[in-house]
């Protein structure tokens, strides 16, 4: 079992476990404490979407600093079941909403948008970027003033050109930027 630790707010120091798998690239406590001093100003009772959850590290992290609802998306099972055990073990299931859904199934409606602050994980090398954003349009899930957080690989331009990077920062391989729509 593997853990990560949730830098600051209500549960500063507190942790998440998780059982490492080939589906899983937690956010490092580095690129955490950079996005969440971009947000620092806008965190604060959001709402907010973990559209490739994972361990849910960056959504608890948003709630752990005063978000007001987070829905978690996460289509593996063994990630989402502990992913819920680490939402009940932190007693915040009531900013939370948890689904065991495919983020990007057109079929699926993802609850309680349009949302303040999107974070948008996916694997790596699956150019799953664009996708995301679409389904985020064409479901209303976002406004003019969203914040979305996205991490991808260093050399990855997959934005489509109605997408304006705002900040963005390059650690090791990977490229985490937050956009807004233009």
């Known amino acids: 079992m593997s853990q990560l630790r949730i830098i600051a707010g209500k549960y500063k120091g507190r942790r998440i476990s998780f059982k490492p798998n080939s589906s899983l690239r937690p956010s490092t406590n580095r690129s955490k404490e950079t996005l969440f001093n971009w947000l620092m100003v806008d965190i604060e009772g959001s709402i907010c979407l973990d559209m490739f959850a994972g ?28 992913l819920k055990k680490n939402i009940s073990n932190l007693d915040c299931l009531e900013k939370s909403k948890l689904l065991n859904i495919d983020s990007l199934d057109e079929e699926k409606e993802i609850p ?37 957080y996205v991490e991808r690989e260093k050399k990855n331009d997959e934005l489509s050109d109605h997408w304006k990077e705002i900040k963005h920062k390059i650690e090791g391989e990977k490229r985490y930027s937050l956009i807004i729509k233009k």
Not at 63 to 74: Q, Y
């Open 112 to 148: 309680h948008g349009p949302y303040d602050i999107v974070f948008l994980d996916p694997p790596f090398r699956k150019n799953l970027i664009n996708p995301a954003l679409k389904k985020l349009e064409s479901q209303a899930l976002i406004k003019a003033d969203t914040l979305i």
């Open 55 to 82: 361990t849910g590290s960056l959504g608890i992290e948003a709630i752990s600093r005063g978000a007001e609802l987070v829905v978690f998306c996460e289509k593996n099972s063994k990630n989402f079941f502990d």
